[in-house]
């Protein structure tokens, strides 16, 4: 099997961890620093950083426009969660608050149950965001004090926590499954389409001449 190819946005932030992370779970990781990078990704992993430099550098290189172009699984990770949501891309139908668990515990670790999971998930937060209003077609998949921090629409995976950080492979496999997904629903679309016999001209074969 064709191991898939996963793009990690690197103009800033902890994007290393991330490709470290799927080359151990065997996904062939590429570092995405142009628009023209995205090309031929089966999915897309924005990290941890600074949203507001994600989103100018992003702008400045033309990124914003590409990945809301691209259409492939994407997997948004704390300031990747918060370009995601519906005040940057606009692409995640959730309203995220910034810093949301305050200054003074900026950073910390919990044990964080996820839906689906026997055991929960260590999860690391730094200087975290939470999810303050999720749109009707959004999963919630973890809390912490009943503020979502782990939620998928669709396509789109995202993590108020740094999953990249820990030896807890789960929420990249999760990820990755979503992406190997999506790749075999288009292969069988092709392979469908291949086998439609062609449709005959409009007429042909019928004997007109009566
Ligand atoms: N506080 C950062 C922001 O608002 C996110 C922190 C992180 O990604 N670890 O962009």
Same mark, same amino acid.
């Given at each position: 099997?064709?191991?898939?190819?996963?793009?990690?946005?690197?103009?800033?932030?902890?994007?290393?961890? +991330?490709?470290?992370?799927?080359?151990?779970?065997?996904?062939?990781?590429?570092?995405?620093?142009?628009?023209?990078?995205?090309?031929?990704?089966?999915?897309?992993?924005?990290?941890?950083?600074?949203?507001?430099?994600?989103?100018?550098?992003?702008?400045?290189? %033309?990124?914003?426009?590409?990945?809301?172009?691209?259409?492939?699984?994407? &997997?948004?990770?704390?300031?990747?969660?918060?370009?995601?949501?519906?005040? +940057?891309? %606009?692409?995640?139908?959730?309203?995220?608050?910034?810093?949301?668990?305050?200054?003074?515990?900026?950073?910390?670790?919990?044990?964080?149950?996820?839906?689906?999971?026997?055991?929960?998930?260590?999860?690391?937060?730094?200087?975290?965001?939470?999810?303050?209003?999720?749109?009707?077609?959004?999963?919630?998949?973890?809390?912490?004090?009943?503020?979502?921090?782990?939620?998928?629409?669709?396509?789109?995976?995202?993590?108020?926590?740094?999953?990249?950080?820990?030896?807890?492979?789960?929420? +990249?496999?999760? &990820?990755?499954?979503?992406?190997?997904?999506?790749?075999?629903?288009?292969?069988?679309?092709?392979?469908?389409?291949?086998?439609?016999?062609?449709?005959?001209?409009?007429?042909?074969?019928?004997?007109?001449?009566?």
């Amino acid at each position: 099997m064709k191991p898939l190819r996963i793009g990690v946005l690197a103009v800033q932030g902890n994007f290393r961890e +991330h490709v470290q992370m799927l080359r151990r779970l065997g996904a062939e990781a590429i570092e995405v620093r142009k628009p023209e990078e995205l090309a031929g990704l089966d999915g897309l992993v924005i990290p941890g950083g600074e949203s507001t430099t994600f989103m100018r550098l992003m702008g400045l290189y %033309g990124l914003d426009e590409a990945i809301r172009a691209f259409d492939r699984p994407v &997997f948004g990770t704390c300031a990747g969660m918060i370009v995601l949501d519906r005040d +940057h891309l %606009g692409l995640v139908d959730v309203a995220v608050r910034r810093n949301a668990f305050g200054r003074q515990v900026a950073s910390f670790e919990a044990d964080v149950p996820v839906a689906g999971e026997e055991r929960p998930v260590r999860a690391v937060f730094i200087r975290a965001p939470w999810i303050e209003e999720v749109g009707p077609n959004v999963e919630v998949l973890a809390e912490i004090d009943g503020r979502p921090v782990l939620a998928r629409e669709g396509r789109f995976l995202v993590a108020a926590f740094h999953p990249e950080l820990t030896e807890d492979t789960r929420l +990249h496999e999760l &990820f990755l499954e979503s992406v190997r997904e999506a790749s075999s629903v288009d292969s069988a679309e092709l392979d469908q389409r291949a086998k439609v016999p062609a449709l005959p001209a409009p007429g042909a074969g019928v004997n007109v001449r009566a």
